[in-house]
């Protein structure tokens, strides 16, 4: 069995530290650990069901609810930087289609996962939602990875 390895021996910046939100998403800093199961195939998920970004024509706030999966290689994502680099999107204008696949890849950079994949559902201005779906290439063979569980947007019907 791999050995564990404490917070404090494994270089990370942030974690039970107070950290200021980042600006922009540039600015924030992703982190990753070693992941202690590298040969087992499993599926971890992140659902952001607050996540906020500005629109980048009229400044106006959009809102969705993001689910992240990913089937782990070498690292994980470190949670408190993930949650500071969502909450960086904050005052960052962009389109949908910009924010979900731009995590996605940001993801995929720092990770290398086995697979990953991102919704992003986004609730309706102007009358209608946009949903953004991207994944890497098709999941690994014998991972069971469970549909994300978010409803199509119904509004009041």
Avoid at 39 to 57: G, H, K
Wanted: aromatic share 10%; charged share 20%; net charge positive.
């Amino acid at each position: 069995m791999p050995k564990k390895r404490s917070p404090a021996n494994t270089g990370l910046r942030q974690l039970g530290k107070p950290v200021a939100l980042p600006a922009r998403p540039d600015d924030a800093l992703l982190e990753r650990v070693p992941n202690p199961h590298p040969d087992a195939r499993y599926v971890v998920r992140f659902s952001a069901p607050e996540f906020t970004s500005l629109c980048p024509i009229t400044g106006q706030p959009d809102f969705a609810h993001l689910v992240i999966d990913y089937v782990p290689s070498r690292w994980l994502v470190e949670s408190k930087s993930l949650k500071l680099y969502l909450g960086s999107f904050r005052n960052h204008g962009a389109f949908h289609e910009d924010c979900t696949v731009a995590i996605g890849q940001r993801l995929v950079q720092l990770l290398r996962p086995k697979w990953l994949r991102i919704g992003g559902y986004w609730y309706p201005r102007g009358g209608m939602p946009i949903d953004v779906f991207w994944q890497t290439a098709a999941p690994p063979r014998g991972v069971w990875i469970p549909e994300q569980g978010v409803a199509g947007y119904r509004g009041r019907g």
